[in-house]
């Protein structure tokens, strides 16, 4: 199970990504910690495992967890269903750090979610929203208006799981939240490299999920067939690379609106 072309399934090659972000909150010694949108829940069980005196809480429309993994989790971490749509189940000012990571393109309104994050994170608490912007998404190829159709046509695609979709999520942050006016802080960006296409690594998973686009009439089976060719061949010759820019908000809730 997992995410088509997202991070929820994670292989070696996002592990930078991973320790990026993880670099990005500065866990407090106590009080909450939220993920909204969580998914499988591995960064926020990661979280919870380096710090035992704090409380952390995964919040997701689906629960997406694996038996093994609810099995792993310490006591100082809950999971709660929630749409994000609406609001969160939390008090006002309850949350000391927020983290968000590639679910705002799939909310119908991201500026009613950024005021609900500014309800419930407490004055000079911390909030990481981060986002793949999904049209910065880098592949070789013989034919560049090919590849450049299959990212767009990627970028576009809204999956099942999602309400909406934006691909621009992550280029639009700044302005998200200047107009949001409920915190301060800047944004800042990691690009992730995978060099691999050894089964399962996240360019070989991001090059084979855009087969799909062929299932949707998007692309053709011989232009996918043809881009899938070329990426094997820079594979066998050492020299297969893609990445996607991952932007984040990092900040901290103002005293006062
Ligand atoms: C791409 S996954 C990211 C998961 C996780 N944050 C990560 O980085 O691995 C997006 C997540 O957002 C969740 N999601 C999408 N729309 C939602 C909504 N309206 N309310 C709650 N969760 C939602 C999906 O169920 C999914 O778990």
């Known amino acids: 199970m997992g995410f088509l072309g997202q991070n929820a ?8 990504l991973k320790h990026w972000l993880a670099g990005q909150l500065k866990i407090p010694s106590s009080g909450l910690v939220v993920d909204a949108g969580c998914g499988q829940g591995e960064d926020i069980l990661a979280m919870a495992k380096a710090h035992p005196a704090t409380s952390f809480l995964g919040l997701d429309r689906s629960d997406w967890r694996g038996a ?42 991201p500026s009613r979610f950024l005021r609900e994050c500014g309800r ?3 004055p000079g608490g911390q909030i990481v ?38 691909p621009w999520t992550g280029r639009r942050l700044r302005r998200l939240f200047a107009e949001n ?32 686009l062929v299932r949707r009439d998007m692309v053709t089976r011989e232009d996918y067939e043809a881009f899938k060719r070329f990426q094997e061949q820079a594979a066998a010759r050492n020299g297969f690379m893609f990445s996607v820019t991952l932007f984040a908000f990092v900040g901290t809730r103002l005293l006062t609106d």
């Open 181 to 212: 006016r409920q915190f301060e802080g800047e944004v800042r960006a990691f690009t992730l490299i995978s060099t691999s296409f050894e089964p399962g690594s996240y360019g070989r998973r991001q090059a084979e999920s855009f087969e799909a």
């Open 129 to 166: 929203l981060g986002h793949f912007d999904w049209d910065t998404q880098t592949f070789d190829g013989e034919d560049r208006d090919l590849v450049r159709r299959m990212v767009h046509c990627f970028s576009d695609w809204k999956q099942a799981w999602m309400d909406a979709i934006d």
């Open 120 to 122: 419930v994170v407490r």
């Open 68 to 109: 093994e993994t609810v099995s792993d989790f310490p006591s100082n971490l809950a999971f709660q269903i929630a749409d994000l749509a609406e609001p969160m189940p939390l008090q006002d000012a309850s949350v000391d750090a927020l983290y968000s990571i590639n679910v705002l393109e799939c909310l119908a309104d």
């Open 9 to 16: 399934v994670m292989s070696s090659d996002t592990e930078g």
